[in-house]
């Protein structure tokens, strides 16, 4: 249990270590292309989205690695849990159905992660 947990951490801290980065970094134009919901929403809000997934990727690893409250990396997957319950809303609203897959494939790992967590932390 203690090796999946952190595969699939460490696969999730990466996805949203990347991910994060780019809407914190990258401006409305350079994001478009590959995010399309970023013309709806104010970049302020999406600046923010990116801040939560790094300190989710980072709360995913950072206090079990220390053994420094530990607890919170169930917190953190969690709360990437949510994020991508937000994510597919966005897309339901705009219509893009058909575009959920990765976030309902990250939402099920984020959730795997949390009853993973809860066995040894």
């Given at each position: 249990m203690k090796?999946?947990?952190w595969?699939?951490?460490g696969l999730l801290a990466l996805?949203?270590?990347y991910a994060g980065g780019k809407k914190v970094a990258q401006s409305k134009e350079r994001l478009q292309p590959m995010m399309?919901?970023?013309?709806?929403?104010?970049m302020p809000l999406v600046r923010v989205i990116g801040t939560l997934e790094i300190l989710g990727a980072i709360g995913l690893i950072l206090p079990p690695l220390t053994g420094i409250a530990a607890g919170l990396?169930?917190?953190a997957a969690a709360g990437l849990v949510l994020v991508q319950v937000g994510g597919i809303a966005v897309h339901l609203s705009r219509g893009e159905g058909r575009l959920i897959g990765l976030n309902i494939g990250l939402l099920a790992a984020a959730a795997v992660t949390v009853w993973l967590g809860t066995a040894f932390v």
């Open positions: 090796v999946a947990f595969i699939l951490a996805f949203y270590l399309g919901w970023v013309d709806t929403v104010p990396a169930i917190a």
